[in-house]
């Protein structure tokens, strides 16, 4: 098993060796079964924007180390907790078929990792290839726990797409001068909104427009005529991201780890939780420039979100070693904060490949139609207290009126020894009360509180429209379905409406994904075959949200045939 230590020369290494995979991109990864990590959380002293804190890491590296795996490969990744806070790590988009346990949402399907103990996530990659990503998954604590995994095809399965000259994976983060972990604590506690971040950053540097940070710019170099592909990941912790570089046209190939139909853009959106794969064209000849490549917020509501532009720099390697400070820099041009518009037709544009070899298996026959809203909205303030929520109230977020109470106990746990009562109820609500969703808010804007599941049966075939709310004013909120891939179907504005809005449904070859937008002040409807047995959660990945309780949770319950049944927890699951 590979151990990772934290000594000086090491930690120099480590740098090197990110160094290379970060620019020199990903040649090949040796074909084995069993791929082996060792996750250390420890503390590290990191500066930017010449601010130094001391924050939670792996392997002392921000972001943190890069997985490489195959389709197909089994991953035994060992985490040891050296750190006073709780952990988890979740590995977000990995299906998990059968191995819920090693999903990694604290108190969902594990109690977290304690102080000096260690647990080992187990899980192989059944089905898929792409970029996907690690984060931790308590608290806030993924603001500075991320990193990327990088699942390459089957050996000798070439992409869909002629094969890149390198491969850079780009991810996208917040950075907090302060500790993210007491600025959630100060929100809950006071009942009304976190500070924003100080930076956005892309793999871990702030760059060139912000303060003091010259030096803590990402780089990429490129030579004239060649393709790149960028595996493109929003970690940032509030905030969904228009990206572009200046200059150049990027071709979408893939989204959230499943291909699809190429298409060119200049500018593309992306929510936390999302990844995308696009190929860089660079420019035949040497360009007498350097380029931006920027991302900022695409922000729709009056919540949490730091109003700045992080940038890299796009340059050309030389072979007569120009002085690249003396060339011109191009920026490019993004859409406006809340440019609705521009997001809509982008979406509009994805489609699954929905060929032969990658087909899209979208579900006809519907066993059971849902509605849920999704939205903001206020809980009354504990007595003999003053909250800084709207009218004096308690910010609450939720879905279908229910704000989602976390559990002491982890649900998957609950569930599998048949002791759930006290823990949760299976009585999540099949389709909220109806009012103009889109219009004036009713009066009652309370929130109710609830720790609530939806219970399906194996091979349950789902659709879901997700429904937003004006209760605090629409909003766009990006949710995450763990456990399974859904194809989105539709979306739109307005109220969603049951006899006409189906008609124009795409059935043929709709974008799948592991995380979507709910458009501001509208709907998006999606599809899923509940065919892996355990407990998954979904959430708003506007870590905001979620921790105001928009949130909730899906039981799938074991089919009758073995390979039907959810395996039995490991002897390391942690305890509560």
Known sequence: MTTFSLSKGFMRTLMFVTAIFLIGGISEVNASATRHYTFNITLQNVTRLCHTKTMVTVNGQFPGP??????????????????????????????????????????????????????LYNFTIVGQRGTLWWHAHISWLRSTLYGPMVILPKLGVPYPFAKPYKEVPIIFGEWFNADPEAIISQAIQTGGGPNVSDAYTINGLPGPLYNCSAKDTFKLKVKPGKTYLLRLINAALNDELFFSIANHTLTIVDADAVYVKPFQTNTLLITPGQTTNVLLKTHSNFPNATFLMMARPYATGQGTFDNSTVAGILEYEHPSKVHLKKLPLFKPTLPSLNDTSFATNFSSKLRSLANAQYPANVQKNIDKHFLFTVGLGTSPCNQNQTCQGPNGTRFAASISNISFVQPTTALLQSHFIGKSNGVYSPDFPYSPNWFNYTGNPPNNTKVGNGTKLMVLPFNTSVELIMQDTSILGVESHPLHLHGFNFFVVGQGFGNFDPNKDPKNFNLVDPVERNTVGVPSGGWVAIRFFADNPGVWFMHCHLEVHTSWGLKMAWLVLDGKLPNQKLLPPPTDLPKC
Request: aromatic fraction near 10%; include cysteine; glycine fraction near 10%.
């Open 66 to 119: 890069r997985i490489f795996a195959r389709e197909g490969d089994r991953l035994l990744i060992k985490v040891i907790n050296h750190v006073p806070n709780n952990i988890s790590i979740h590995w977000h988009g990995i299906r998990q078929l059968r191995s819920g346990w090693a999903d990694g949402p604290a108190y969902i399907t594990q109690c977290p990792i304690q102080t000096g103990q260690s647990y």
